[in-house]
């Protein structure tokens, strides 16, 4: 038995004008991670580092225990992914395909497939050429769900789509997860995508993981504290605060270690204690990225 | 994101379409069914059993506890909640209990006055 579908350990890539550094991520078998970075993070070379398309220079990768890029061919067999620059074959049916990667791969389901097929809405005798954004999408994902591989890998599949799609798609994978021994790792930069359907959450900016973790303690730990000063003072930086804002006596801090003592500490200073806010992940990813940020450049 | 689910399986259980001893969905059908994380799914069941209002046993899953006037109970919780609540807001708002306790029994009265009034 293998507890993580995904293991990166220390993974690093150099290139001209980029670099990706110690990137470490785990994914528990049975798990999705939502994989979050702005355009340029690094999150597709991640992802191809992952499934030995590019050989990391530094760090040690497993993916369903493999070890990659060596034994990628093993892998291969079980990981199934899927991104927005790969293509079907304009001229050929989306029934062409089908049979294509069935008489490749031994695990391919047909009666999923055709499942697959009426809840996508998508003809098998439809031509690829013909299709739109969408439908090529929903295609290309048919292709890898099909294969009922134990690990899926997106890359950005929500992008671009329209929020019917989106919810079709993000359906589909939620459905998958029925069963325990999957998991997948799928990258987006929309926020909410990710919120409502991942275990765990990874943050990445400019080649490195900005922060890792499974998603409700994510949301549990990052607050927003709104309070009221006793004078013109300037509101004290407590341990686990990371911004502050204030405006004449009002101010909000942020936290990303929030625990009940936090506003009695400000209590006991004379602050006066407002409320307590949750953030949502995407005011989290900004508000994180910007930390970071500040933080590299301090 | 786990409150909102504890939130809908406790009123579920209070408007009564859930019974004692009623059994829930897995973790991981439910997850599929509201496509929200099965984590998420966990937590909610792990605080709700911590709460005494489902119970979960190991190989045959969770049901809703066998308590009695369990219903009675999570309203109970709520009114906790909000009690709690109202008093954090006089004392921001600098009232004392005599003023939170003459508001509160307002409060009572216009909902008697407002169920009194015909339709």
């Known amino acids: 038995m293998i507890d993580l579908a995904i293991e990166l350990t220390g993974v690093g890539k150099d290139y001209r004008l980029f670099s990706l550094q110690d990137v470490s991520l785990a994914l528990p078998t049975g798990q999705i991670m939502g994989f979050i970075g702005p355009n340029g993070a690094g999150k597709s070379t991640t992802i191809r580092i992952l499934l030995g398309l590019v050989h990391q220079d530094r760090g040690e990768v497993?993916?369903?225990?493999?070890?990659?890029?060596?034994?990628?061919?093993?892998?291969?067999?079980?990981?199934?992914?899927?991104?927005?620059?790969?293509r079907l074959y304009d001229g050929a049916t989306i029934?062409?395909?089908?049979?294509?990667?069935?008489?490749?791969?031994?695990?391919?389901?047909?009666?999923y497939a055709e499942?697959?097929?009426?809840?996508?809405?998508?003809?098998?005798?439809?031509?690829?050429k013909g299709l739109s954004h969408g439908q090529r999408v929903k295609a290309t994902l048919l292709m890898v769900l099909a294969r009922r591989p134990r690990l899926l890998v997106l890359d950005e599949p929500t992008t671009g789509l329209d929020p019917v799609v989106r919810q079709e798609l993000l359906r589909e994978l939620a459905a998958v997860m029925q069963d325990d021994g999957r998991s997948i790792l799928f990258s987006s930069h929309n926020t909410?995508?990710?919120?409502q359907i991942s275990d765990q959450i990874a943050f990445i900016d400019r080649g490195r993981i900005i922060e890792s973790r499974d998603k409700e303690t994510f949301l549990e730990r990052w607050r927003r504290i709104r309070v009221e000063l006793p004078g013109d003072v300037r509101l004290p930086a407590l341990p686990g605060i990371i911004d502050i804002q204030q405006a004449g006596r009002l101010a909000v801090a942020t936290t990303n270690e929030y625990d009940g003592q936090l506003p009695r500490a400000y209590e006991?200073?004379?602050?006066?204690?407002?409320?307590?806010?949750?953030?949502?992940?995407?005011?989290?990813?900004?508000?994180?990225?910007?930390?970071?940020?500040e933080g590299a450049t301090a | 994101m786990y409150l909102q689910i504890m939130e809908q399986i406790r009123r579920r259980i209070a408007v009564g379409d859930?019974?004692?001893?009623?059994?829930?969905?897995?973790?991981?059908?439910?997850?599929?069914?509201?496509?929200?994380?099965?984590?998420?799914?966990k937590r909610a069941y792990l605080?709700?059993?911590?709460?005494?209002?489902?119970?979960?046993?190991?190989?045959?899953g969770s049901a809703v506890a066998e308590s009695a006037g369990l219903a009675a109970r999570i309203y109970e919780q709520e009114l906790e909640k909000h009690l709690a609540e109202a008093a954090r807001l006089?004392?921001?708002?600098?009232?004392?209990?005599?003023?939170?306790?003459?508001?509160?029994?307002?409060?009572?009265?216009?909902?008697?006055?407002?169920?009194?009034?015909?339709?």
Do not use: C
């Not at chain 1, 809840?119 to 031509?127: G, N, S, V, Y």
């Open chain 1, 192 to 195: 909410q995508d990710v919120e």
């Open chain 1, 95 to 111: 029934e062409w395909h089908m049979r294509f990667i069935r008489s490749i791969f031994p695990s391919w389901d047909q009666a």
């Open chain 2, 18 to 41: 859930l019974k004692a001893a009623d059994p829930l969905p897995s973790i991981r059908q439910l997850a599929a069914d509201l496509q929200i994380s099965v984590i998420t799914i």
């Open chain 1, 268 to 293: 006991a200073a004379g602050v006066r204690v407002h409320a307590v806010e949750s953030m949502t992940l995407e005011e989290i990813f900004v508000s994180n990225v910007q930390h970071s940020r």
């Open chain 1, 115 to 128: 499942t697959l097929l009426k809840r996508f809405d998508l003809r098998a005798e439809h031509r690829v």
């Open chain 1, 62 to 86: 497993r993916v369903l225990g493999h070890r990659m890029p060596a034994e990628q061919v093993a892998a291969k067999w079980e990981v199934g992914f899927a991104s927005d620059d790969m």
């Open chain 2, 90 to 119: 006089a004392a921001l708002l600098g009232l004392g209990s005599r003023d939170l306790q003459r508001r509160v029994r307002d409060a009572s009265d216009q909902l008697a006055e407002s169920a009194k009034e015909p339709r």
């Open chain 2, 47 to 60: 605080e709700l059993e911590r709460d005494g209002v489902i119970s979960t046993q190991h190989g045959k």
